[in-house]
């Protein structure tokens, strides 16, 4: 489906999973999925014509487009496998020194010193869970 960006001024869509950058008069081939989410906001993006002449960014092979050779329609990009929170939270604050050291003797692998003073050892454990779970993603 044609959907073409009726703005004023360059915009780069803040549809999740899209993110195309449109200069005005732009028309563009997307999926039916992304054209209704698009045109959702009538003041920016209207039904384009199928017949129209499309624009052709410049990076494209315009001797590919002549020749009929159509490209698939836009569509989201595939979903981001991450978890939406990659960091299980867990309140490092609410922990006394004791309760520190049992929590990184029980889940982390970096050894952390008794001897450090609580405040120190809080970030310590704080850095050291957070540099493991990124390290896992």
Do not use: C
């Not at 989410?37 to 494209?60: A, I, M, R």
């Not at 929170?85 to 003797?105: I, Q, R, S, T, W």
């Not at 982390?108 to 405040?119: H, N, P, V, Y």
Request: hydrophobic letters at 30%.
């Amino acid at each position: 489906m044609q959907v073409k960006y009726i703005g004023p001024n360059a915009k780069i869509d803040s549809i999740p999973g899209v993110g195309l950058n449109w200069e005005p008069g732009q028309q563009r081939d997307v999926t039916s999925t992304v054209a209704a989410h698009l045109l959702f906001y009538s003041d920016t993006w209207v039904k384009g014509d199928e017949e129209s002449n499309k624009t052709v960014p410049e990076s494209q092979d315009k001797s590919r487009v002549e020749a009929g050779d159509k490209e698939e329609p836009i569509d989201f990009l595939e979903e981001d496998k991450r978890p939406d929170e990659p960091v299980p939270v867990v309140n490092f604050h609410a922990m006394n020194k004791d309760g520190l050291m049992k929590f990184a003797e029980d889940h982390l692998t970096e050894k952390m010193d008794k001897r450090w003073k609580e405040d120190v050892l809080r970030e310590r454990v704080t850095r050291s869970w957070a540099k493991q779970h990124m390290d896992e993603g």
